[in-house]
């Protein structure tokens, strides 16, 4: 837990004024977080930053109606008008069946240690030399390239507090560390940039600055020369990187609040063959040290392992209790979101990957947001590279590739082996067996 402050006496006290001003029910969430940013720019330091936040989320229940406040403010008095302003609230708001706690016997009855918490006391100057041998170790690799976005080092360390008068209280902290770069180069007037980052609950399992530089000046050379292609149908071989942002899609249509609203495209899809059979999407909540890792979600439910998809099939939704309610089900520990989910890998490595293509689009950037969560239309601005005969001919940029989610999923053709679980939703490459592919 953060120094010098008592979160669960907060707590204490916030449940308690509430039950005073005659709230059914009342939660309570703190968070406490410090770090440090460091920045450099062509060997320079850009921005130094350091953040210590604080918060705390009060929500209230009197016969069925719903109010919440928010405060940076610590003190007695700060959280008492907390109390008062959220109890106000309900009083002026409708009734709603749906509101309320989550169900006594959903929530976490322990709450196990998931190796989160590894604080290293770290000077300014050491967390400056890292970022400037990441950027440094980028710009060496090619002398094309001429420019740079920086180099950046980060830690941070956060605690998480969650009580409500179910009397459930519960608590975990976790640091997070990154190194990253991004670097710009220069060829007969055409520029291209991109970059490579790692990040680590643990210090020590975080990937050397110097390789993450080396990677980042690689991945930024090997786009130079990049043209525009015409318009085509053909396989697309989404990198590894990238592929995780089609399971984001994914939590999106199977978000309850999208699915009792009924705007998405996978609404009552549960139990139906969504994607290609052979593909499951696994979350596993209590990975020790994963950058997901939490043992209760928002609302203390406990988190549990699951195959969102197994098989191919969707196996259920995303909910937490009050879009439970709003379907006639019950909560799947999801207030806040998923926790680790994970494409399972296949055996062939990248290489094999785009032999099996043949000819196609190998996507190693996206850009913009185009997908409508209702329809599952999928358009997106994107780079890579042209492959023809199963290998890489040229980098391709200015194209934009459609389709549809819901084909897309059923025409997965392969998944590679180069799963690297560098976030909380993570994929191998995947290949699409056909879409459009549209440049000149």
């Not at 990198?239 to 995780?244: F, K, S």
């Not at 998809?309 to 006639?328: H, N, P």
């Not at 897309?408 to 679980?421: C, F, R, T």
């Amino acid at each position: 837990m953060s120094a010098g402050i008592d979160h669960e006496a907060i707590a204490e006290r916030i449940l308690e004024r509430a039950r005073s001003h005659g709230a059914d029910q009342a939660e309570v969430g703190i968070q406490t977080a410090s770090g440090l940013s460091a920045e450099v720019r062509l060997g320079e330091v850009d921005a130094l930053e350091y953040h210590r936040d604080k918060g705390c989320s009060v929500t209230v229940y009197l016969d069925g109606a719903k109010g919440s406040v928010s405060t940076s403010d610590f003190s007695e008095e700060a959280v008492d008008n907390a109390v008062a302003k959220a109890c106000d609230l309900a009083r002026r708001t409708s009734p709603d069946p749906a509101n309320g706690l989550a169900d006594p016997d959903h929530l976490a009855t322990e709450v196990p240690d998931l190796d989160l918490d590894h604080p290293v006391e770290m000077e300014p100057e050491e967390a400056i030399e890292r970022a400037r041998a990441c950027e440094t170790a980028a710009r060496a690799v090619d002398g094309r390239i001429s420019n740079s976005e920086g180099g950046e080092f980060s830690w941070s360390r956060g605690t998480v507090v969650y009580a409500n008068s179910h009397g459930f209280l519960g608590g975990y902290s976790g640091t997070r560390y990154g190194v990253s770069a991004a670097v710009v180069a220069e060829e007969g007037g055409s520029m291209q940039r991109d970059f490579w980052y790692s990040t680590a609950r643990d210090l020590s399992q975080l990937e050397d600055g110097e390789a993450v530089g080396r990677r980042a000046g690689e991945r930024t050379a090997r786009r130079l020369g990049a043209r525009r292609i015409s318009t085509a149908r053909v396989p697309v071989l989404f990198e590894a990187p990238v592929a995780g942002s089609l399971l984001g899609h994914l939590v999106g249509a199977v978000r309850g609040s999208n699915l009792y609203r009924r705007s998405s495209f996978l609404v009552d899809a549960a139990g139906e063959q969504v994607f290609t059979p052979g593909i499951t999407i696994r979350e596993e909540p209590h990975r020790p040290k994963g950058l997901g890792s939490a043992p209760f979600d928002g609302e203390g439910v406990a988190t549990r392992q699951r195959d969102l998809v197994a098989d191919g099939v969707l196996t259920g939704y995303c909910l937490d209790s009050y879009s439970a309610r709003k379907l006639g089900l019950e909560t799947t520990g999801h207030a806040g979101g998923v926790h680790n989910l994970y494409l399972l890998p296949g055996e062939r490595d990248p290489q094999a990957l785009l032999r099996e293509m043949g000819t196609g689009v190998l996507v190693t950037e996206l850009i913009g947001m185009g997908v409508n969560t209702v329809t599952g239309d999928y358009s997106r601005g994107a780079a890579g590279f042209w492959v023809e005969n199963g290998e890489i001919a040229y980098p391709v940029e200015e194209i934009t590739i459609a389709g549809n989610l819901k084909d897309m999923y059923k025409d997965i053709q392969a998944v590679g082996s180069d799963l690297e679980l560098r976030g909380n939703v993570s994929a191998p490459s995947v290949l699409i067996g056909g879409m459009t592919v549209a440049g000149q």
